[in-house]
DNA sequence: ATGGCAATAAATGTGCACATTATTCGCCGA
DNA sequence: TCGGCGAATAATGTGCACATTTATTGCCAT
């Protein structure tokens, strides 16, 4: 029962966490602009289900702030202010020091190795040239460094700003998604390799800095965009 | 319209979220023990509101993770394991040292000055031998240090892990709730105001490590709640 | 033209009835 | 007596119809 969704007829027991993925992906990846308005009937149409499941999905995803919904006035993708950002940014910066100094405490070869295999990965990607994997792996370095603790709730934090972030990227910086500097990534893990913190830290600080200088200040205007076409039965 | 609720005919705007406070509040104080059985039905006589509402503040709980809610089985509140106790500590310990890093390049004088307010409070509270404040400013502390930031993201984080550690508490030391000791959060701001900041993550490291070694290791059982008698017209 | 205003359309909110799934209880046989 | 099995009960899940609110359109008077 992989995506034979074609009419969806009566009651899928995971058609919920389906349309919850679907509409995330597609707030992720840019194809849900800032500020559309997700209008519960034309979602309900074009996943082939009942209004009120596309209803307990947006309400899902609007405890998770992943998109505004107003009483009465319906939902959209957030279109997040300058400052909302910089607070993300630097929710960021300032839990990755946190991290930093967790990992300075209990540091092991297995850790090491595992973050020196992803800027391998890193390295290769942008020594082919490959943009997209280049993005992915270099956000995932970030990933790799929360994850690496271990902690639930930490990683799962991180995951929520990301989520964030990606909006704003899409917003602030339509063209060229930012890729950080693999050399940053490679120091960081160097000073750690060294048990140098405050160096790791630092280091991490002066990267988010060249991340968020990056950033344009004055937000793209977002086309309309077609529900119907995005999720039809056609696509996921 | 403060408490007049008396049957709640039929539509109150902010009915919702009435009842989403007043049931995180009983868990947040432990008049709602872990493991306690949320049932809509009973919930709704309880509150004199239709299933339906009580379905949707029950969801947004989920969704927040202050209650556990599985598919065609209902919810409860969460029993946690040692581990994600552990887990939730370890987190407030990591984001605090973060916090402390990035104070330590903030700091001025108005945020000094208002740890040092603080400060005044909770040795007041100790010497007037007033318990209930003492654990209320204990944990304030730890907020005022993450709203020094002004962060809207890490503030809501703290919080949520706060209200987590909550139930925690309510299951592993149920008689004397921890109260953190206020020479250890003097030490903290003193370390701050010598721009110690190493000083400053090692004494928090300690101060949580103190706390932890506080809770009990084995969960205490929790007699079961009547719900309308907890949330029945006579309370809130 | 234009600004306000009313009628219409569209979208969201809610209660209810019924379906589906879990749990409990009682029965029967070994 | 105990273990399994099935009916009865209770709780959760879902679609639908209708209410309420908001947005849009068209109209009229100035």
């Known amino acids: 029962m992989s995506e034979a969704r074609q009419r969806a007829a009566k009651a899928d027991p995971a058609a919920d966490e389906a349309i919850y993925q679907s509409i995330t992906r597609a707030i992720m990846d840019g194809r849900l602009r800032a500020g559309t308005k997700l209008v519960e009937q034309t979602l309900a149409e074009a996943f082939g289900v009942s209004r009120e499941r596309i209803r307990k ?20 993708v957030p279109s997040p202010t300058p400052e909302e950002i910089r607070a ?3 929710a960021h910066r300032v839990l990755e020091a946190g991290v930093l100094v967790q990992l300075g405490q ?3 070869d ?12 890193e390295r290769d990607a942008a020594a082919r040239g490959d943009r997209a994997a280049s993005v992915r792996l270099s956000g995932a370095f970030h990933t790799h460094l929360v994850d690496a603790l271990g902690n639930e709730e930490l990683s799962r934090f991180l995951r929520d700003l990301l989520s964030r972030s990606s909006v704003m990227v899409s917003v602030y910086e339509p063209a060229t998604q930012s890729v950080c500097a ?55």
């Open 88 to 90: 993300v940014y630097e």
């Open 106 to 108: 209990m540091l092991n």
């Open 182 to 236: 693999v050399d940053e990534h490679g120091a960081i893990v160097e000073a750690l390799r060294a048990r140098d913190v405050p160096r790791a830290i630092d280091l991490s600080r002066h990267h988010f800095r060249h991340v968020e200088q990056r950033l344009r200040l004055d937000p793209v205007p977002a086309p309309p965009a077609d529900l119907r076409a995005l999720f039809g039965p056609a696509q996921g």
């Open 110 to 121: 297995e850790i090491l190795a595992r973050l020196d295999a992803h800027l391998v990965e």
């Open 57 to 76: 999905v947006l309400h899902r995803l609007g405890a998770e702030r992943r998109i505004e919904i107003v009483p009465n006035r319906g939902s959209r």
